[in-house]
């Protein structure tokens, strides 16, 4: 479709506002051609545009704007597995042993198995 466009740097607006092949170099011929502009209008039907200007929107915020806490929670719902039990520390016992079981019940111990997969 781009080789048939005869003003390559056409702008979408202007591209939109008649019919799709009307700034071609020549008309679209069957099969392939008249199949990719069929699928290319069917995408383009519920595309509106306003007169607004162009900005950035950031899908994982509720405001639109880019932040890192967003991002990294976005990150660890994807990557990290959830638990639902809360972690419990007992105090009577070394902090290393806590950590020890935190990291067991977490899967997380640096084993051969896990340090192979890693690539460490």
Same mark, same amino acid.
């Not at 199949?35 to 209008?41: A, H, M, P, V």
């Given at each position: 479709?781009?080789?048939?466009?005869?003003?390559?740097?056409?702008?979408?607006a202007d591209?939109?506002?008649?019919?799709? /092949?009307?700034?071609?170099?020549?008309?679209?011929?069957?099969?392939?051609?008249?199949?990719?502009?069929?699928?290319?209008?069917?995408?383009?039907?519920?595309?509106?545009?306003?007169?607004?200007?162009?900005?950035?929107?950031?899908?994982?915020?509720?405001?639109?704007?880019?932040?890192?806490? /967003?991002?990294?929670?976005?990150?660890d719902d994807?990557?990290? %597995?959830?638990?639902?039990? %809360?972690?419990?520390?007992?105090?009577?016992?070394?902090?290393?042993?806590?950590?020890?079981?935190?990291? /067991?019940?977490?899967?997380g111990l640096?084993?051969?198995?896990?340090?192979?997969?890693?690539?460490?």
């Amino acid at each position: 479709m781009f080789m048939l466009e005869s003003i390559p740097n056409i702008c979408v607006a202007d591209k939109l506002a008649g019919s799709l /092949d009307a700034s071609f170099r020549r008309p679209v011929r069957g099969g392939a051609e008249q199949e990719q502009l069929s699928d290319l209008g069917s995408l383009l039907n519920p595309v509106g545009l306003s007169l607004s200007n162009d900005r950035w929107f950031y899908s994982l915020s509720t405001s639109g704007a880019f932040n890192v806490k /967003d991002t990294r929670l976005a990150i660890d719902d994807l990557i990290l %597995p959830s638990y639902f039990e %809360p972690t419990r520390w007992v105090n009577l016992i070394p902090i290393k042993i806590n950590v020890f079981m935190w990291r /067991d019940r977490r899967d997380g111990l640096p084993t051969k198995h896990h340090l192979a997969r890693k690539g460490s």
